[in-house]
């Protein structure tokens, strides 16, 4: 009974497709009924009968209008003064206005939540800086428009919960504004799709503010990744292994809770996969092809909604999502991806970040290291040792040392110090949000654009139908719809 409640409405509407295909497997053909529509899987136009991949379930890729432009490497007039309005001020949206004081050029003009007292405590966060206060905007769920509205802001900060993020990203790039969101910016396809279609028809940044990017092991390995030093990447490794059990009762209306029991898949990737996603040049030279998902029944959170607020065995346990979800990908250039999603199980926090290349390997959790071939410049002149079953061991944690100091990004060499003072998870959100604020005064490309934004979000919707629809394989969608061989490789952007 359970495992019919955990079935999606996108497995009832696959059902019926996937009776049209010639290689139906058996677990498509008992996965539902004919004829249900759900938004997200209105999309799904199914597999492409008689040809390789046949079993590939497909989503609708629209048309660009025409006349509308991508925005890859998009541009805007530089900003003197970056003028900011934050909306969402819970346990996120407090640290990204306190960050922003510490940023030059910077100018905060507007600060909104749909709670007045949030606001205020956010108020204080400037009078301590020494700022003057922002317009304040609360007391209802729409206050958020008329800061958006507002002539004198250049870009809106959202920090709100996740199913608001499309809707206030899509409006506020309508109002004129460039905008940034916290993760995941986008929950189904239809939002992605809009948000990306919103971005090429105002030719607006929209980033997504995915602060991992910024780590110190991350950047620092991207960079040896781009001097070559892993050979060939072939595989990576990422997730969301955080057990939030200290959180759950602290998110605003519960909906971080409510949107685990009513969707499967894996609902927060973006941590793992952006990272994963910059090494392996997505949409810079290689594209997402599929993606396969598989879950674990739910435990954990149902006997918390029991224990922890009373709720009834059979309400708690109807529960759409896993209590582990993994999902791996696979590039149009033969590369792959793992990423998982566990917040409720009993286990030290790691977003895993491995990568493995055709020449070496790095590993962030649980101990950070780097290992090489043998023949590499690192190790040059040591015997092959077969008694020695850590002859494939890490360098030396001085090795270790000695190269994270000599491959440091320049981005970190010039804001290590800063970023570790300033803080937000250890300095790397200070460094997002610096970066930021750098290349809209500059006029370059933001780190991030709305292509990368979709390919790390869709993780969410499409993990959902391939787990609803017993695993199957999802194409993952072009969002760049042709151009994701247009520039090669991934780069930061600076000022000459
Ligand atoms: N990047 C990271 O490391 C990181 C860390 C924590 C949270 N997050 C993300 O930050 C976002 C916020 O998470 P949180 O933990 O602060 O949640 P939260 O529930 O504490 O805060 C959300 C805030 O949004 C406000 N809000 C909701 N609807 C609104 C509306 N219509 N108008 C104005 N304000 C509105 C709420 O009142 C609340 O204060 C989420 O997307 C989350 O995934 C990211």
Aim: glycine letters at 10%; charged letters at 25%.
């Amino acid at each position: 009974m359970q495992r019919r409640k955990r079935m999606g409405k996108s497995a009832l509407i696959l059902a019926g497709i996937m009776m049209l295909g010639t290689a139906m497997s058996p677990v498509f053909a008992q996965s539902g009924k004919k004829g249900k529509s759900a938004s997200s899987a209105s999309k799904v136009i199914g597999p492409k009968s008689g040809q390789s991949g046949d079993q590939v379930i497909r989503t609708a890729v629209p048309e660009r209008p025409s006349g509308q432009k991508h925005v890859l490497g998009l541009r805007a007039p530089k900003l003197d003064t970056v003028r900011v309005g934050f909306i969402g001020l819970g346990m996120r949206g407090p640290g990204a206005v306190e960050r922003f004081t510490h940023i030059p050029g910077v100018k905060i003009v507007a600060l909104c939540d749909k709670h007045g007292e949030r606001v205020e405590k956010s108020q204080k966060i400037l009078d301590k800086a020494g700022l003057p206060a922002a317009a304040s905007y609360s007391g209802s769920e729409e206050a958020w428009k008329e800061l958006c509205q507002r002539k004198d802001i250049d870009l809106v900060y959202i920090a709100t919960d996740w199913k608001h993020h499309a809707g206030m990203m899509i409006y506020a790039m309508e109002q004129g504004k460039h905008v940034v969101c916290e993760v995941p910016a986008a929950m189904t396809l239809e939002e992605i799709w809009k948000v990306v279609d919103t971005a090429e028809r105002t030719q607006k940044h929209c980033m997504m503010l995915e602060n991992c990017v910024y780590d110190f092991f991350e950047l620092t390995t991207l960079n040896m990744a781009r001097q070559g030093l892993f050979g060939e990447i072939l595989h990576v490794e990422g997730g969301y292994l955080h057990n939030l059990e200290d959180f759950w009762d602290y998110y605003e209306g519960d909906w971080r809770m409510q949107y685990n029991k009513t969707h499967r898949g894996d609902v927060y990737p973006t941590h793992g996969f952006g990272p994963a996603c910059q090494l392996l040049d997505i949409h810079r030279g290689d594209r997402l092809d599929v993606l396969v998902s598989m879950d674990t029944k739910p435990a954990n959170l149902p006997e918390y909604l029991i224990n922890k607020r009373g709720m009834s065995r059979e309400e708690a346990y109807d529960f759409r999502n896993g209590e582990h979800t993994m999902t791996m990908v696979r590039t149009a250039k033969g590369k792959t991806i793992l990423i998982r999603h566990d917040v409720s199980s009993p286990r030290p926090y790691s977003r895993e970040y491995e990568v493995t290349g055709t020449k070496g390997f790095a590993q962030k959790y649980p101990q950070e290291g780097y290992a090489f071939r043998s023949d590499s410049p690192v190790e040059a002149g040591v015997m092959p040792d077969h008694e020695n079953l850590s002859g494939h061991g890490f360098v030396s944690e001085e090795a270790k040392k000695a190269l994270m100091e000599t491959y440091k990004h320049p981005i970190h060499k010039e804001l290590e110090e800063q970023a570790k003072q300033v803080g937000g998870h250890g300095g790397m959100d200070f460094i997002m949000d610096y970066r930021l604020v750098y290349c809209l005064r500059n006029g370059l490309p933001l780190d991030m654009d709305v292509y990368d934004l979709a390919e790390w979000c869709c993780l969410v919707p499409l993990s959902e139908i391939s787990l609803d629809n017993g695993s199957a394989p999802v194409a993952v969608p072009d969002f760049t719809r042709g151009h994701w061989n247009d520039v090669q490789g991934y780069r930061h952007a600076f000022t000459e």
